[in-house]
Each structure stands twice: as structure tokens, then as C-alpha cells.
């Protein structure tokens, strides 16, 4: 039986409680990781996330908000005491803790030791690696979550919330899915600007100083970025009837968390990282 241990990622990159959320970010985007441990001194503390800044930095109300994210420690923003594994746990075991608390990794600790951390990208390596026999209507969940392209982030991170989802997918007028926005879309790369404040965006107007004179033009400041300017397109489809493990490669690949599932021209269901680790803890 594969245990923790084989599929962990090791060494782990970790922060100190004091440094700035700045810094957190910066390792992110370099490292393309999705998480990093917070420590105080030597001692695991707490976890930061992708998805803790960029649910944070929408929140209005605390003081710290209207604080360049230099000078915001990450302390301020982390999980406390996380939940962690040790090395010789078995695989099902970390998905079951991962399923149950809904979280997408594990530090792993050995005698106090951090030595690595098991997520859930490196449980859909395990399941790649492992089932041969299921399709991805086996394990699809339903309840689509859809957003307008123009809805505002502040309220797709809303929706996201209420409903308990880590993805949405972009609609038209007409409900035609357009695109996809996942807790990647939203990281803190496509919120924050340069001078590390909440990005906004320019458009132009048209006007007319008569009816038959030449147009001008003017800008209208600082509007909120809306879904259609992050989110992903064209929209990747599976089906029901291909392999879960073809479809779980795609999301390796592509790094998503999720494909919609198509069936006779109807998105019927979401192929999510959530239903693979659902399914890993039923193999103990």
C-alpha cells in the first residue's frame, strides 16, 4: 500500500508569522504552489493559501485591508494549527482527513518535524496512477454554480462561498458557458496591482457633443475587474463516459481543479478534484 511518504512533496517552503502576506505571494508565483506553512520559530503554527488571500483582500471591514500587502503580516491571514499527517499514513487516510475538513493539503510531520506536504494535486497523481476502471460519470458531482461574465469578483467570491465551491463557470446572456474561474483565477497575481493594491480597470465611453458631430471619447476610473476579465477560456469538456484517470490528466496537466461535464450538448455535472478525493477515501 502506497503511503504518504511516496507521493509528499519535500523540501517544504515556509514562512515566518511576521513576514508580509508580499512575501507569501512572491512564492507562490514563483514556485507555482498553492500553499505554504507558516512557522514561529521552529514550531508549524499555521497555513496560508491561495484561496486565504484572495478571500481576504476582498473583505472590506478589517483594518488591515487598507494596508498595502507589504506591511500586512501573514499571521493576520493564515489558518491556525493545521491539520498535518505523519510519513507512514496511507493515502486513503490523507484523503479522508482532506475530504472531511475540505482542505487541499496536509502538512506532514515526523517527531515534530515538518518533512514534507501532501496535497490533494499529488493525490490525483496517486489516483492517475491507480484506477483503471472508473468514468467520470462514476464520480461526478452535480450543482453547477454559474456567474454573468460581467459580475463583479467581490460577488463571485461570494458565491463561491455560500455554496461551498471552489469553482464557477462564466455564463452569457443567453446562459451559454464562456469560461471557467477557479481559486487559481482569483489568486492574488490577478488581484493585486503592481503597488500591491486591489486592481481595478479603465473603459471608454463614447459620446457625441451633437447629434451628427465626431465622436469623442472619455474614461470613466477605476471600475472592479468582473468575471470575464480572469477567467479561463475556452472551456475544456469531458464526458461521461471517459475515464475518470484520462479526465484527472487533464487536470494535471492543465492545472485545474475541475472539468464541466457535457453530455448531449448539457453541462450535466463537474468533474472536480473534490470527487477524485471523495473517491480515493472509499478504497480503505
Not at 511518504?5 to 515556509?14: E, I, L, N, R, T
Not at 481559486?183 to 471608454?204: Q, Y
Not at 476610473?221 to 475515464?243: F, G, R
Request: net charge negative; charged share 25%; with cysteine.
Amino acid at each position: 500500500m502506497k503511503k504518504v511518504k511516496d507521493y509528499m512533496q519535500s523540501p517544504v517552503y515556509v514562512l515566518n508569522k511576521e513576514e508580509p502576506v508580499q512575501r507569501a505571494r512572491n512564492l507562490m508565483l514563483k514556485h507555482y504552489i498553492s500553499r505554504i506553512l507558516v512557522m514561529d520559530d521552529k514550531k508549524l503554527v499555521g497555513i496560508v493559501t491561495k484561496h486565504d488571500i484572495s478571500n481576504r483582500l476582498n473583505q472590506a471591514a478589517p483594518e488591515w485591508r487598507r494596508r498595502p500587502i507589504s506591511q500586512i503580516p501573514i499571521k493576520l491571514l493564515m489558518t491556525e494549527t493545521p491539520i498535518s499527517i505523519y510519513p507512514g499514513a496511507s493515502l486513503e487516510q490523507a484523503a479522508e482527513i482532506m475530504d472531511e475538513n475540505k482542505i487541499d493539503g496536509l502538512p506532514v510531520e515526523d517527531n515534530g518535524e515538518i518533512v514534507g506536504i501532501i496535497t490533494a494535486r499529488d493525490l490525483l497523481s496517486y489516483f492517475v496512477d491507480t484506477d483503471k476502471t472508473s468514468n467520470v460519470g462514476d464520480l461526478i458531482s452535480g450543482g453547477i454554480v454559474s456567474v454573468h461574465r460581467h459580475h463583479t469578483i467581490s460577488h463571485i467570491i461570494e458565491e463561491m462561498e455560500t455554496n461551498g465551491v471552489d469553482r464557477v463557470v462564466v455564463t452569457e446572456d443567453n446562459l451559454t458557458p464562456v469560461g471557467t474561474i477557479t481559486h487559481t483565477n482569483l489568486a492574488i497575481s490577478g488581484l493585486v496591482n503592481p503597488k500591491d493594491e486591489m486592481r481595478t480597470k479603465n473603459i471608454k465611453m463614447t459620446r457625441k457633443d451633437r447629434t451628427a458631430g465626431r465622436k469623442q471619447y472619455r474614461y470613466v476610473k477605476e471600475v472592479p475587474l468582473v468575471a470575464e476579465d480572469i477567467m479561463s477560456y475556452p472551456i475544456i469538456y469531458t464526458h461521461p463516459e471517459v475515464k475518470a484517470a484520462d479526465a484527472t490528466t487533464i487536470l494535471i496537466e492543465k492545472d485545474i481543479c475541475g472539468l464541466p461535464v457535457v453530455d448531449e450538448e448539457k453541462i450535466v455535472g463537474f468533474f472536480s478534484t473534490r470527487d477524485i478525493i471523495s473517491a480515493i477515501r472509499m478504497w480503505s
